[in-house]
T-cell receptor
Framework: GQNIDQPTEMTATEGAIVQINCTYQ??????LFWYQQHAGEAPTFLSY????GLEEKGRFSSFLSRSKGYSYLLLKELQMKDSASYLC?????????FGAGTQVVVTP | DADVTQTPRNRITKTGKRIMLECSQT?????MYWYRQDPGLGLRLIYY???????NKGEISDGYSVSRQAQAKFSLSLESAIPNQTALYFC?????????????????FGEGSRLTVL
């Protein structure tokens, strides 16, 4: 089975940087996903890491350490529209298992 | 038009009623999934299917059943709905490249079906 842990909520100011940590314990691990979800909407794909290291995509970056069972999502130059829930998910045996999500609140 | 379509989008029903949530996709993906989402609990996997003849239970399958009628269709049934099945339900698809090293597992979600059981 899998266990995915991430903080429940984080608050940051517009223009700032926020780092969302995720730890996982899983068998058959084959990659780590981050999704963004606005209230009442479907999750949308942000990033995927299968190898150790940092993946950068514009204002968003994601890091993975397989040996430590650890990932983070880095959101830079925060905008009000970034207020959303961010879901960490581990991929194994053809399935994604999700953490409970981190609600990011961006304040003016 | 959405690539992954769920119907109905909203449904209110009573305890004991049979409910079916339908999912259809035009993405040509082999793999389909049903998740439910509850506040504070994230997305939890109910059932999944890797092809038309394949059905697998997820972590919370009790009280639910599914049917994979075709590659493009995967329906979720609640035989006798109960109030704690009130939730937001998502269908999702994922491609199978045929090469296990290239199956990233990325999910493509429908817009969700909000079910309320009174």
């Amino acid at each position: 089975g899998q266990n995915i842990d991430q903080p429940t909520e984080m608050t940051a100011t517009e223009g700032a940087i926020v780092q969302i940590n995720c730890t996982y314990q899983t068998s058959g691990f084959n990659g780590l996903f981050w999704y963004q979800q606005h209230a009442g909407e479907a999750p949308t794909f942000l990033s995927y890491n299968v190898l150790d290291g940092l993946e950068e995509k514009g204002r968003f970056s994601s890091f993975l350490s397989r040996s430590k069972g650890y990932s983070y999502l880095l959101l830079k130059e925060l905008q009000m529209k970034d207020s959303a829930s961010y879901l960490c998910a581990g991929y194994s045996w053809g399935k994604l298992q999700f953490g409970a999500g981190t609600q990011v609140v961006v304040t003016p | 038009d959405a690539d992954v379509t769920q119907t109905p989008r909203n449904r209110i029903t009573k305890t004991g009623k049979r409910i079916m949530l339908e999912c259809s996709q035009t993405k040509g993906h082999d793999r389909m999934y049903w998740y439910r989402q509850d506040p504070g609990l994230g997305l939890r996997l109910i059932y999944y299917s890797f092809d038309v003849k394949d059905i697998n239970k997820g972590e919370i399958s009790d009280g639910y059943s599914v049917s994979r009628q075709a590659q493009a269709k995967f329906s979720l049934s609640l035989e006798s709905a109960i109030p704690n099945q009130t939730a937001l339900y998502f269908c999702a698809t994922s491609p199978n490249t045929g090469d296990p090293t290239k199956n990233t597992g990325e999910l493509f979600f429908g817009e969700g079906s909000r079910l309320t059981v009174l």
